[in-house]
């Protein structure tokens, strides 16, 4: 299992996860914790997918060129 945090603002954070699966594939999740919130240690996920490697890489491909200029 692989996790970052990123911190977008001074309360304001998203965690990504990708951990193997059983079957060879890689399960990514994106979760969002706002640290201002009634319960600051509270996550929402706000995406979650399972994918082959290649798909996976497929993803993070898409992501990197997108942001070129």
């Known amino acids: 299992m692989k ?3 990123i911190q977008l603002s001074d ?3 998203l965690h990504v996860t990708v951990t ?3 079957e060879g594939s890689f ?3 994106i979760e969002s914790q706002w640290l201002g919130a ?3 240690h509270g996550r929402q996920t706000r995406y ?3 994918l082959p ?3 996976l890489f497929d993803l993070a491909s ?3 060129e997108g942001t070129a200029a």
């Open 3 to 5: 996790s970052s945090t």
């Open 11 to 13: 309360d304001y954070l």
């Open 20 to 22: 193997p699966t059983l």
């Open 27 to 29: 399960h990514l999740k």
């Open 38 to 40: 009634k319960d600051p």
């Open 48 to 50: 979650a997918v399972t």
């Open 53 to 55: 490697e290649r798909e």
């Open 62 to 64: 898409t992501l990197i």
